[in-house]
């Protein structure tokens, strides 16, 4: 069966377009008592960035933190405080940071109008009413998050994202300016995940001829920016993390992700890094990409951490283990239907003994 996806409807892209935001919430807000939302990440509290948040009548800004990888709870609280503050739902949710922030806008504007806890939709295609309009606008690039459908939480009992349609941002507003601050390591990291998504999904067994283009464009454009640096490398990279979300859109990732969800599911290594320690050890499994991925650290100074698993109890293996080995579809990917041959419990363990 082939799958049948919905994909962003609107997409700016370009240098400066942050300022043309208020234009394009205006066609969104209904009457007087309208308001939207921007939930931004609270890095840019105080920053040159938070006053040109086009607010407008009783707009507000909701500064969140990121400290820690998007939680269900954390959302629940936020769509608990929206609510709390006017009883007429916002017009429009704004988020504008890295991928967990646009993760939480995702989230928020799907639980406005869904009952319940977000806990209740960590799955697939769980949400049955359509979420209140939102708008992503990343500050980072890498993750894919602004084109996927999709947004990863932690939840009670499992780290698994909200899977829908309706997960989709209505609005993707792509300015190239806004990423140019981050801290290298962090622009490293993410940079990173949509390389390792970009290999991932070229070296796997659901590979077609969809993913290839935007995966090819994809990995092409991460070469330029991060073996040669070129002056417009962050309209380059924006547009590699897009293309790198639109190719595991239609295939899927591989070993690298399956291991780094054992890892933060344990440590709570976040994502971007996590996937950077990990890909590190799989130079059997794409040894082209891991030599290539070497070099861009070596060009960029990049030190990994090290020994993050020395201190683990067994039960912690075990727990890393059984998450990596949980992710079916990933191991299919990268292997094929008897990936279980080849990745065994003992051949991942052996690998988490070794970070
Ligand atoms: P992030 O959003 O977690 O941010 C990392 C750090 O960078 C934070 O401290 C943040 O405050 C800071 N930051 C963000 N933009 C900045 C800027 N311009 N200048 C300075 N600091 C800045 O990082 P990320 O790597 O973009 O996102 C990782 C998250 O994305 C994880 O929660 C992961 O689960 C999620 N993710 C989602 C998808 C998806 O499809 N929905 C895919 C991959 C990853
Ligand atoms: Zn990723």
């Known amino acids: 069966m082939y799958r049948n996806f919905s994909v962003v409807p609107k997409v700016m892209f370009g240098r400066g377009c942050f300022d043309q935001l208020d234009g394009i919430l205006e ?7 309208s308001h939207m939302v921007f939930i931004l990440d609270d890095v840019f509290q105080g920053k040159p960035l938070e006053g040109r948040v086009p607010l407008r009548q009783q707009d507000y800004i909701l500064h969140i933190n990121v400290d820690d990888e998007p939680k269900t709870r954390y959302i629940d609280e936020l769509v608990d405080r929206i609510k709390e503050r006017t009883p007429v739902l916002p017009d429009g949710i704004v988020g504008i940071g890295g991928g967990s922030t646009l993760d939480i806008a995702k ?73 140019a601050g981050a801290p290298k390591e962090q622009w490293f990291y993410t940079g ?30 991460c070469r330029t920016v991060f073996l040669e640096e070129p002056e417009d490398k962050d309209d380059k990279l924006m547009m590699a993390s897009l293309f790198g979300g639109m190719s595991i859109a239609y295939s899927q990732v591989g070993a690298c992700h399956a291991l780094s969800y054992g890892l ?12 950077c320690i990990t890909f590190d050890y799989l130079e059997d499994i794409y040894p082209q990409g891991v030599e290539e991925y070497r070099r861009m650290m070596e060009k960029h100074g990049i030190v990994l951490p090290r020994n993050l698993t020395g201190a683990l109890s067994d039960s912690q293996f075990d727990t890393m283990v059984k998450v990596a080995l949980g992710l079916v579809p990933l191991w299919e990917n990268c292997f094929g239907p008897d990936w279980r041959k080849i990745m065994t419990y003992d051949r991942v363990m052996e690998l988490y003994k070794r970070m």
């Open 27 to 33: 066609e969104r807000r209904s009457d007087e008592t």
């Open 264 to 275: 933060s599911f344990v440590l709570g290594t976040h994502h971007g890094i996590g996937c």
């Open 107 to 179: 989230a928020v504007s799907l639980m406005l109008t869904n009952p319940g806890s977000a806990a209740d939709y960590q799955g697939w295609d769980l949400i049955n009413n359509p979420a209140v309009y939102h708008v992503g606008i990343p500050t980072l690039s890498g993750t894919g998050a602004e084109v996927s459908r999709t947004t990863v939480l932690t939840g009670p009992e499992k780290k698994l994202g909200i899977n829908s349609d309706y997960t989709l941002f209505d609005q993707m507003v792509l300015d190239p300016e806004l990423i």
């Open 192 to 221: 990173m995940d949509c390389y390792i998504h970009d290999v991932e999904s070229l070296h796997g067994t659901f590979l077609n001829e969809f993913s290839r283009a935007y995966g090819e464009k994809s990995i092409e454009l």
